[in-house]
């Protein structure tokens, strides 16, 4: 699936650069907090709250991934109001509902307690991170699409690099405020952030460029003109620009699947690197204090911003490539399962940091295809589509990875499992890009 790289003229130049610095930086850090908020119980889980609820590795992996039903159910109906009430609302709306959530894991008592709220915290979440790349879509042409996201999506990785030692942080002021053990004072702190963030976008974005007066005239009229102009074209091409559309589309259910390999990947790291970095103490001899472990686990993710980056920049230069998604995830598919045979935590690490490195790589610009196809109220359906179908691998990852790992006593197999889904990941994309298609919005078959 090849794309041409774009052409700027100077006002298009000025428009863009100003939606890079005025919109996509406040998204970001909203992204920031909620993937912070949706994995900070892998920051608790070795850090006192499994003893304090009693948890197996397979009951803190169902509690993980229960995370995902209540999110699957409402993704699209969430999306679907978003395009019906406007991003800017629903997106501040979202944030609202799931902080007041997560700041209720400060209290929780027992594994059934931490399901109920995990299933709930996935219910207020539903609809934020398709809703997220919808509303840049609404503001940027598809051109431009890739830098733009892979800007967005440069909080992922952050979320770690600066998540991890503050949870860190947070978890060491155990008795200090409150009274509460550590991982509990860690859930209020990332919470009251999503409640504050969340009041300030219904004020701070703004819905389409028209209303955004930090832009010129000839700005305004440039994106407008652009985007409606992308929009016609594209529903020119469909024969119903619709919900049902997107979910009678094969090349949706494609990406779907593709997406669903790397996000197997992503939340198997997420949720249990932290609990291997636990193991390292006793693999080595070492002890680390609870700082010391959010910096190791840290570690693979700023290579992994760094690599996303450039690798979207060496997209948007080139125009997309096939091999911009495909190698990154054979690339994750042969690193996770060797970093089961490096010998010592420091190549540990380091192998986990390719894997960190190719599925950042590829996310950025895989999401830039699914907008090439769709749009309105099939670009709402179809995004959230791709989005619930690769997020059941963020209920079953963790939930596999827990229950292989006890059923095992080790993670072998399931990191074998994590590299076979990345490989099918690529071998899809593959198969997609090959793929003759009578539709030239999304794509001619790939000569790279």
Known sequence: MDQNPPTENPIAKSAIRKVAIRLVPFVALMFFINYLDRTAIGFASPNGMNDDLGLSAAQFGFASGVFFIGYILLEVPSNLALHRFGARRWLARIMVSWGIVALLFTWVQNFEQLIGLRFLLGVAEAGFFPGAILFLSLWVPAQYRGRILMLFYLAQPLTTVIGAPLAGALIQQHGTFFGLEGWRFMFMGVALPAIIVGVIAWFYLKDKPSDAKWLTAEEQTWLTGALEAERAATGAEQKHVSARFAFSSGRVWM??????????????????????????????????????????????????????????????????????????????????????????????????????????????????????????????????????????????????????????????????????????????????????????????????
């Open 255 to 448: 990406l779907s699947f593709i997406y669903f390999g790397f996000i197997y990947g992503l939340y198997s790291l997420a949720f249990f690197l932290p609990t291997i970095i636990e193991g390292f103490q006793a693999q080595s001899g070492v002890t680390y204090d609870v700082v010391q472990k959010g910096l190791i686990t840290a570690i693979p993710y700023l290579p992994a911003a760094i690599v996303m980056y450039f690798w979207s920049r060496d997209a948007g230069k080139r125009g997309l490539k096939t091999w911009h998604i495909a190698a990154p995830a054979i690339a994750g598919a042969v690193s996770i399962p060797l970093a089961l045979f490096a010998g010592s935590p420091a190549a540990t690490i380091a192998v986990i940091t390719i894997t960190a490195c190719a599925i950042f790589a590829a996310l950025p610009n895989f999401w830039t295809l699914p907008t090439q196809f769709l749009t309105g109220v099939a670009a709402a359906a179809g995004v959230a589509l791709i989005n619930t179908i690769g997020n059941l691998a963020g209920f079953s990852a963790p939930y596999i990875t827990g229950a292989v790992h006890d059923w095992t006593g080790g993670y072998e197999i399931p990191m074998f499992i994590v590299g076979g889904f990345m490989l099918l990941s690529a071998v899809l994309m593959v198969v997609l890009s090959r793929q003759r298609t009578t539709a030239p919005a999304l794509v001619e078959e790939v000569a790279s």
